[in-house]
């Protein structure tokens, strides 16, 4: 069993950063791949980044690629989501979810339903 810990969001102004982490307990950390997925009100739960077991691999979609960054610490245990350059439309509920590597042929997926294990959730606010 993986338990996930979500560091609290905020309120940012657009073009502001924040920063996230999750904290994963319970299970062997180097052999999870991890993800964050975001989820707006009305809206279905959309894919933000993605990082491989070894952190060698990442990808995010075009919305965020390169203003958000994914990055992982294997000694701690943490992943991290660097968001820079925040837009209104970033407003969300941030979800940090793992899954075991081997569960993926191609070492990490976008679709939230392949990932069974989650976080609370954390609310992230950027105002125009």
């Known amino acids: 069993q993986v338990q996930l810990v979500e560091s609290v969001g905020g309120l940012v102004q657009a073009g502001g950063s924040l920063s996230l982490a999750c904290a994963a307990f319970?299970?062997?950390?180097?052999?999870?791949?991890m993800a964050w997925f975001r989820q707006s009100p009305g809206q279905e739960r959309e894919f933000v980044a993605a990082?491989?077991?070894?952190?060698?691999?990442?990808f995010y979609p075009n919305s965020v690629k390169g203003r958000f960054t994914i990055s992982r610490d294997n000694a701690e245990n943490t992943v991290h989501l660097q968001m820079n350059s925040l837009k209104p439309e970033d407003t969300a509920v941030y979800y940090c979810?793992?899954?075991?590597?081997?569960?993926?042929?191609?070492?990490?997926?976008?679709?939230?339903?392949?990932?069974?294990?989650w976080g609370q959730g954390t609310q992230v606010t950027v105002s125009s």
């Open positions: 990082i491989s077991y070894s952190g060698s691999t990442t």
């Open positions: 979810a793992a899954d075991y590597a081997y569960r993926f042929s191609l070492g990490l997926s976008t679709s939230y339903s392949e990932y069974d294990y």
């Open positions: 319970g299970q062997t950390f180097s052999d999870l791949t």
